[in-house]
């Protein structure tokens, strides 16, 4: 059983850009949910998707958003990148929500220059 | 607001020896989940184990265990025998249960080093 995907691994920006990472769930799983990852911050958590509906938002600016397709996939979006959005961002999935595990994956590293 | 607390920046445990793990939350929420999450170097975070805050009995999955003190809002981690493979960053996280949600909140982990 594949797991989790994400794509690109590792990509370079600079600021003012705008970056789309893309995560594909394990086959099945209806839920995404997407963390930021820094030294500084920890792991943070960005928002989830359930059924193509977010169904939870972290205390990010709204320069930070997502989207989850009919098959389950999910795409996040940074506009205007700041330095500071340099981060590992981790995308993981599950089934549902409750005690069940959270699979994630190796994430996108994100530069920003 | 949930808090998540892991006070061990770093820990270091001989192989074969046996390391505990601290972690303290707060919340005033009475159905909660708590899990520990290993993250090692450069590969994908997985899941060790879970404990649901209804359960008092402790969870355990073969070396991993943990000691779950509702009432002081304690969930440390022990990891028996210890291996070279442990060696890793461990988060503690906390989940809300009601409601549906898969939220996280994680602690600031804890970098464990295997000594041979």
Partial sequence: ?????????????????????????????????????????????LFEYFSETQRNKGNFPGRFSGRQFSNSRSEMNVSTLELGDSALYLCASSLDSGPGELFFGEGSRLTVL | AQTVTQSQPEMSVQEAETVTLSCTYDTSESDYY????????????????????????????????????KAAKSFSLKISDSQLGDAAMYFCAYRSAPGATNKLIFGTGTLLAVQP
């Fill in chain 2, 34 to 69: 708590l899990f520990w999450y290993k993250q090692p170097p450069s590969r994908q975070m997985i899941l060790v184990i879970r404990q649901e805050a209804y359960k008092q009995q402790n969870a355990t999955e073969n070396r991993f265990s943990v000691n779950f003190q």
């Fill in chain 1, 1 to 45: 059983k594949a797991g989790v995907t994400q794509t690109p691994r590792y990509l370079i920006k600079t600021r003012g850009q705008q970056v789309t990472l893309s995560c594909s769930p394990i086959s099945g799983h209806r839920s995404v949910s997407w963390y930021q990852q820094t030294p500084g911050q920890g792991l943070q958590f």
